[in-house]
């Protein structure tokens, strides 16, 4: 099993609200993700990293931003909480130049914004 | 942008029998594909990977066939047991993209018949 943590597991929160999901991983690794998925859906890419202090967007466009101040730490923050950002958010981790490109998840945060 | 897909939304089988899980990729630079299990609840976990370079690879129970062609790509899982229920995901690698390039198809649930 992956070593990579994502707190809360759910969250229920008013319009307006600011809110960080954090996601944490001991395995040493330098590239760091954010997907969102809607339920039964495919995963889309929002933030990444390569390392300390380097943040970069994904594929869809998202309000959150990010921030990557130690290896192991990636926060995802949204400054005003929307119902359209009811989704599930999900942290993954890969090595930078490891054989493989294998990305390993962390269980998830479902955010609802009503 | 380039897009990976899977050909069924859900396929049920019979508990013992063998699941064929299909997907389409369109990219034809991608150089890299994953398959991943995501349960309930939790996030993808890694099932089984294969290089552009082969056309076949082997794990425990499981079979990817890459046919680069049609770029085809194939999850085969032998004997399938109950607790293989989930839904199951292509990705696709493309080295030459921004976050190295993992696109996420759509997702197969796949359910098991008693």
């Known amino acids: 099993e992956a070593d990579i943590y994502q707190t809360p597991r759910y969250l229920v929160i008013g319009t307006g609200k600011k809110i960080t999901l954090e996601c944490s991983q001991t395995?040493?690794?330098?590239?760091m993700y954010w997907y969102q998925q809607d339920p039964g859906m495919e995963l889309h890419l929002i933030h990444y990293?390569?390392?300390?202090?380097?943040?970069e967007k994904g594929d869809l466009s998202s309000e959150s931003t990010v921030s990557r101040i130690r290896t192991e730490h990636f926060p995802l923050t949204l400054e005003s909480a929307r119902p359209s950002h009811t989704s599930q958010y999900l942290c993954?981790?890969?090595?930078?130049?490891?054989?493989?490109?294998?990305?390993?998840f962390g269980p998830g945060t479902r955010l609802t914004v009503t | 942008g380039e897009s990976v897909g899977l050909h069924l939304p859900t396929l049920s089988v019979q508990e013992g029998d063998n699941s064929i899980i299909n997907c389409a990729y369109s990219?034809?630079?991608?150089?890299?594909f994953i398959w991943y299990k995501q349960e309930s609840g939790k996030g993808p976990q890694f099932i089984i990977d294969?290089?552009?370079?082969?056309d076949k690879r082997q794990g425990q129970r499981v079979t990817v066939l890459l046919n680069k062609t049609v770029k085809h790509l194939s999850l085969q899982i032998a004997a399938t047991q109950p607790g293989d229920s989930a839904v199951y995901f292509c990705?696709?690698?493309?080295?030459?993209?921004?976050?190295?390039?993992?696109?996420f198809g759509k997702g197969t649930h796949l359910i098991i018949q008693p």
């Open positions: 990219n034809s630079a991608s150089d890299y």
């Open positions: 990705a696709e690698i493309y080295s030459g993209g921004g976050a190295d390039g993992l696109t």
């Open positions: 990293s390569y390392g300390v202090n380097s943040t």
């Open positions: 395995m040493g690794h330098d590239k």
């Open positions: 294969i290089r552009s370079n082969m």
């Open positions: 993954a981790s890969s090595e930078l130049n490891g054989e493989k490109d294998e990305q390993y």
